[in-house]
């Protein structure tokens, strides 16, 4: 069938569905019966949380209609209706389990394409499990029922970048870098966000918090720091922390199974990876492990601005980024050295980071001949929302640049995360 213009996508997560910033869920509930769905009132969060016993299902015709009747039950609530976490479809999502053979789950992912396509809202089969994530890829390519297979929306240019750079993945060579932008549709406050929460924390009245806002997003920390004292950052850190969700692109990075770097303090992607029974260990934490040969550079998670579960290590005020040189260096270096022995795919990163710029410049100096790059291949690629022209001249002669749109009314970060979906899955074939 052909995609109606407000057709939805169906994900394929290698993740559990609980933790997800979704805007439903179902979760197994043994208590039901094997053919009930019914909403959970006691719950107060913004995801409306649907229970039905999967557990009890006894073959795969009831597994579908508990699925069935839950997706039906959602739409119907959210017709009409924003998602709450700021996405450009509605989020409905359900947890797999390996109990039964994916091979049979065909009706299933036909019916999610229908109900995607009627009620133009997305739907994340989350299958922890990782054969069952594979088979259930598989399956969506055979049985996708879309004009075009499950990845219609995105144009030759940008399969032919997802063909490459799966090339690279399945040789070892692709790292990834994990920037704010990944977490927007979290529930984690933004930037301004972040701040007001800090003065209101603070105990800054509105006149002040008005007048603080007319600095710049370095400065205001460096206030709130001298007023807060010892509780700045583990104020950040629980702001940070307090009501987060992993969204479907930090699950389908981590997927991924690449090194990983990121400017984020919150932990969603590795609680992502957890959720499917991986563990990311955070460097510099777990260094000593990692000289110890305890784990592979694949599971580390390089944590250049600090982590919510070590307050003290939060980079935010202007002094923290202006001593960064002199107290975190070594990170410096290993970023240095995922830039030099493989390419890097940016993700939600804006590109403005000074220490960034510092360490790409850097290896400028030692991949360029003459001013030029050398003939051996760019850095990375780096994927941005909208398409600008002179950000594409700023960093064309270093990386391949992906846009997913011309404004922001084009919906990009739908179509972005599409195309980390069909990255994740062409990886696994």
């Not at 001949?369 to 994927?383: C, M």
Request: proline letters at 3%.
């Amino acid at each position: 069938m052909k995609p109606s213009e407000k057709c939805g996508h169906v994900f394929i997560l290698n993740c559990s569905a609980d933790g997800l910033a979704t805007d439903a869920v179902l979760i197994n509930s043994e208590t039901a019966n094997d053919k009930e769905v019914f909403l959970d009132e006691s719950d107060t969060s913004k995801v409306r949380v649907y229970k039905g016993n999967l557990e009890g299902s006894k073959n795969i015709k009831k597994e579908l209609d508990i699925c069935e009747s839950y997706l039906q039950q959602a739409v119907e609530h959210f017709d009409g209706k924003w998602s709450s976490f700021r996405r450009a479809k509605v989020l409905l999502s359900l947890t797999l389990s390996g109990k039964h053979d994916a091979s049979k789950r065909d009706d299933l992912i036909v019916k999610a394409y229908e109900i995607a396509d009627k009620n133009g809202v997305d739907i994340a089969l989350c299958v922890p499990d990782a054969d069952g994530y594979i088979a259930t890829i598989k399956l969506r390519q055979e049985h996708c029922p879309i004009e075009g297979g499950p990845f219609w929306m995105l144009n030759e240019s940008q399969l032919k970048e997802i063909e490459r750079l799966a090339s690279i993945q399945k040789a070892g060579r692709l790292s990834v870098f994990i920037g704010a932008g990944i977490s927007i549709p979290s529930g984690a406050p933004s930037w301004g966000g972040l701040l007001e929460m800090l003065a209101v924390e603070a105990g800054m009245n509105e006149e002040d918090r008005k007048h603080l806002k007319d600095l710049g997003f370095l400065d205001q920390p460096t206030i709130l720091e001298e007023d807060m004292g010892d509780k700045f950052k583990p104020t950040v850190a629980k702001c940070i922390s307090s009501s987060a969700r992993y969204t479907p692109a930090h699950s389908i990075l981590a997927s991924l199974k690449s090194q990983a770097v990121t400017t984020n303090y919150d932990r969603l992607y590795e609680s992502a990876a957890e959720s499917a029974g991986s563990t990311i260990h955070p460097l510099p934490w777990d260094a000593t492990k990692m000289i110890q040969g305890r784990f592979e550079d694949k599971t580390a998670l390089l944590k250049l601005h600090g982590c919510v579960h070590h307050p003290e290590s939060i980079v935010l005020t202007r002094g923290d980024y202006m001593r960064y040189p002199d107290e975190k260096q070594a990170l410096r270096g290993r970023l240095h050295g995922m830039f030099l022995t493989s390419e890097m795919l940016f993700c939600g990163f804006s590109m403005t980071d000074d220490n960034v710029h510092k360490i790409i410049d850097d290896i400028r100096k030692v991949r360029y001949e003459d001013g030029q790059p050398l003939k051996d291949g760019v850095f990375g690629t780096i994927l941005t929302m909208t398409y600008n022209k002179m950000f594409d001249r700023l960093w064309d002669q270093d990386f391949h640049i992906s846009s997913f749109g011309k404004s922001w009314a084009d919906d990009p970060a739908w179509f972005h995360d599409a195309f980390l979906d069909c990255l994740s899955a062409s990886c696994t074939e």
